[in-house]
C-alpha cells in the first residue's frame, strides 16, 4: 500500500502486529492500538523479546514516543 | 477496551496499579494517581522492584516523564 | 490527598520535606520551597544522600528539572 | 540535481534506495517510502546491514529521525 | 528570603557566590552576573574546583544551561 | 568575510569543500550543497575520514542536524 | 562591564578571543565572529587545544551550539 506520511504506516498497521525496537536495545511486540506523533505507541499482548525468543508477557504496555527507534509492522 | 490516543491506556489506569520502566533501567510499581502528556505521572504506595523483588518502598512519587520507557497497567 | 494533575503532587509538598533523585545517581533532600513546569525546583536546607547517609550539606539549591527523575514528598 | 533544502535530497530520492546510519551504531537499508521534517523515514524491504553483509530482513519500517544521523541516497 | 518560582532564587543570589555542578561532573564557583530561563549562567572571576580545591581559574565565562544541574548560592 | 549570524558561514561556505565533524566521533568532507536552521546538510561527494584518510566513498548524504558538532569550510 | 543577560556577555566578546569547552571533552580557541541564542557560535582562526597545546587548527568553524558546555572570553 502507498503511503504519503511517515505515520501513515502507522495507521495501516493499527490493531496488527508490529515489532518495536527501543534505544535501551530492548525488543518488544504487541498488537498496535494507538500511537501519536511523538511515536508514543500501545500495544495489547505485548512481549519482549530477545534473539528471538519470549522472555517476558507484558499485557497491555505505553511506550514513550523518545525510546522507540525503529517500528516494523509483522502483517 | 478500546482506545484512540495513547493516553487514553493511562486513562483508564487511573487509579489502579501500573509498572514503570525508567531509562536508568529502574522498575517501580504502584496506583497511577495523575499523568500529562509529558507522561510525567504521580504513583501512590510506590515500591522500586528488582528482579521481581520489592527493594524499596517509596510512597508517593512524581516521575518525571522523560524518565519513563514503558508504562504497564497490570489490572 | 487526591490530585488532578501531577505537579498537585508538588504543591501539596511545597514548604516539606521531599527527596529528589537525580539523572546522575545522586539523591538529595531538602524543604521544597518552588518549583515550575519543568520541575526546576529550588530546596532549602538541602543535603546529599549516599545510601541514606547525609555525605554533603548543601543549604539552599536550584535543581534543573531535566536533571531530575523521581521526587518523594516524605511528610 | 540542485537542491535549494535538505529535504529536497530525500524528495529526490523517494522511490528509491538508500542507507540510512543510526545513533546506536546500526545500517538499515531499502526503499525510501516516506519522510517528514523530523526525518521520520518509512522504508520498504529494509535490511540491516553489518559490515556490508546483509545480517537481518526486515521488510517495511518506520524509523523515529532523532535516531537517524545519516541519509544516503544510493541510486 | 522566601521565593515563588525556581528562578527567584537565582534572583536573590545576583552578584554573590555561587557554586555550579555541570553534567559532566564539574563544579566551578565564581560571582552569578547573569541568568536567563534556560538557566545559562555567566559567572565573574569563575574558578574549577575538584574536592574543594581550586584546580583552575576561569575568568568570566558563560556556562550553558542544559549542561547544569545544581546551581547553589553560597552566600 | 564578515558575517552577522552564524548560518551566514554556511551560506559563503555553499557549493564549497566542508568538513563536518559528528557527535560519534566521525568526520565526513564533502561539498555543502544546502543546509537550515537545525543544521541539517546535504554533502555531496562525501567521503568518511580518520585520521586524515579516506575510509568510505558516500556520495550524497543528508546529515542530522543533531548529530552535527562542528563544521569547518576549508576553502 | 556589568551585563543583564548571558549573551551580554557574548556581545562584548564579540571580535576577541574565546575558549570554548565541548560536551565531548574538546577545548578550542578563536576569535568570536558570531553567535545566536543556541549558543551556535562561528569562530576565526580556531585551534584545538589538548593540556593547554594547539593540537591542530582548524581556521574558520561553526560551532553547533547544543554541543557547548563552557565559553571564555579570554581579552
Known amino acids: 500500500m502507498t503511503i504519503e506520511r511517515p ?3 502507522l495507521n495501516q498497521a493499527k ?3 508490529v515489532v518495536v525496537e527501543l534505544k535501551n536495545g530492548n525488543t518488544v511486540r504487541g498488537t498496535l492500538r ?6 508514543n ?3 495489547d ?5 530477545k534473539d ?3 522472555t517476558r508477557k507484558l499485557g497491555r504496555i505505553l511506550i514513550r514516543g523518545d525510546t522507540v527507534t525503529i517500528i516494523m509492522p509483522t502483517e
Open 7 to 9: 505515520l501513515d504506516a
Open 15 to 17: 490493531n496488527g502486529a
Open 34 to 39: 494507538a500511537f501519536d506523533i511523538h511515536l
Open 41 to 43: 505507541v500501545v500495544l
Open 45 to 49: 499482548d505485548a512481549e519482549e523479546l
Open 52 to 54: 528471538g525468543e519470549v
